[in-house]
């Protein structure tokens, strides 16, 4: 059965450095989001992709997070500097149609931990 | 801010009985889902039901919707340990093109 891909899963960084995170949806699928989860709540979305475009990064902090996804494929999340409040889960998912009309199908998860 | 508010927030039942959990959301919407996640890991797809459905089922889980008081129940019948998890439910409101996630409710199952 097909698959969300992340990589790491576990990630410790120091604050002030740079971190990235990547996310490869499952094939076909033209909607990729990238949530965050502080532990003890829900996915908050930072990002939505359709194909190689952003649709709504209106709760990302865009002095320090940037997302690209340059072939419509496989997505990028970085954190430039990291901070001690990014410290959480942050987690990718696809689907084939925009999140009004389907299910969303969630990779694992990076966890980070920023010290 | 979060659009959906599940209640209870935890809940710790005995294997073989029947879990309840609520969502209550405040605009009108378009479809609600109901996902799980287990300690650590992604989130899984369970049900989608749309705002002009009222009840719909799929194995053990029972779902309904009032959309006159804005709020959703999740069943699960006969629970297992293995339902061990936390369960979001996540609303389309109208207007929106995203998903918005609720808080969550922590289940408990006890053998």
């Known amino acids: 059965e097909a698959e969300v891909a992340q990589s790491p899963r576990y990630k410790i960084t120091e604050k002030s450095q740079a971190v990235a995170f990547w996310c490869d949806p499952i094939s076909g699928h033209a909607t990729l989001y990238w949530y965050r989860q502080i532990l003890g709540q829900g996915p908050e979305l930072l990002v939505q992709f359709q194909d190689e475009s952003v649709v709504d990064d209106s709760q990302l902090p865009k002095d320090r997070f940037s997302a690209e996804r340059l072939k419509g494929v496989d997505s990028t999340l970085k954190i430039q500097p990291a901070e001690l409040g990014d410290s959480a889960m942050y987690l990718c998912a696809s689907s084939l149609a925009p999140g009004r009309d389907g299910e969303q199908y969630f990779g694992p998860g990076t966890r980070l931990t920023v010290t | 801010s979060q659009q959906g508010e599940e209640d209870p927030q935890a809940l710790s039942i005995q294997e073989g009985e029947n879990a309840t959990m609520n969502c209550s959301y405040k605009t009108s919407i378009n479809n609600l889902q109901w996902y799980r996640q287990n300690s650590g890991r992604g989130l899984v797809h369970l049900i989608l039901i749309r705002s002009n459905e009222r009840e719909k089922h799929s194995g053990r889980l029972r779902v309904t919707l009032d959309t006159s008081k804005k709020s959703s129940s999740l069943l699960i019948t006969a629970s297992r340990a293995a339902d061990t998890a936390s369960y979001f439910c996540?609303?389309?409101?109208?207007?929106?093109?995203?998903?918005?996630f609720g808080q969550g409710t922590r289940l408990t199952i006890n053998p």
């Open positions: 996540a609303t389309d409101f109208q207007g929106a093109q995203k998903l918005v």
